[in-house]
């Protein structure tokens, strides 16, 4: 198991320094507002256009709200759990070009979001669904380019956003 986590964490120093390498100024700013794409309040904002301006039922919203709620309470008992340090913090060499909102990294708060917003959208209009899943991809790549995760935080991120749609589905 120690070798396992000790190839995880060389696999993600390689693979975080391989994507900051490529920063440059247009593409900074560009990370950054997809980054911003994924705090919270935006798929708030999302889930009140689309229920007010489509067809979407009272299921679709409780299943949002329920999905939101389970991802958010396994987020943060995750990483008060795991307690793993950002990039930035763990590695002089990484800048991170954000303020995160919170001390610890595992797993991608964002990116989970992202993953539950992405199914919950393209659930409600179908013919979204590649790019609510390419929204989702990037915005966990932005967080790794700006240097406040690393690609497993991401990587959980996205499997802790499927999880908690699917349980959330499966209720309603």
Not at 69 to 85: D, G, H, P, S, V
Not at 142 to 160: A, E
Request: glycine residues 6%; charged residues 10%.
């Amino acid at each position: 198991m120690y070798q396992l986590k000790q190839r995880l964490q060389l696999w993600d120093e390689r693979t975080i320094l391989s994507i900051i390498a490529r920063r440059g100024l247009s593409l900074n700013k560009f990370m950054k507002s997809v980054s911003m794409i994924g705090d919270g309040y935006v798929w708030g904002i999302f889930a009140i256009v689309f229920y007010l301006f489509t067809d979407v039922t009272n299921i679709w919203l409780q299943t949002g709200i329920t999905a939101f709620a389970i991802e958010l309470i396994c987020y943060k008992i995750i990483k008060q759990l795991t307690t793993r340090l950002r990039p930035f913090h763990a590695n002089i060499g990484i800048l991170n070009l954000v303020e995160p909102q919170d001390e610890y990294s595992f797993p991608s708060g964002h990116t989970a979001a992202a993953t539950v917003a992405a199914l919950l959208f393209s659930a409600a209009v179908p013919l979204l669904f590649p790019f609510f899943c390419l929204l989702a991809f990037v915005i966990g790549l932005s967080r790794v380019y700006l240097g406040v995760h690393y690609p497993t935080d991401v990587l959980m991120g996205f499997v802790l956003g499927v999880f908690s749609f699917a349980v959330s589905y499966s209720i309603f």
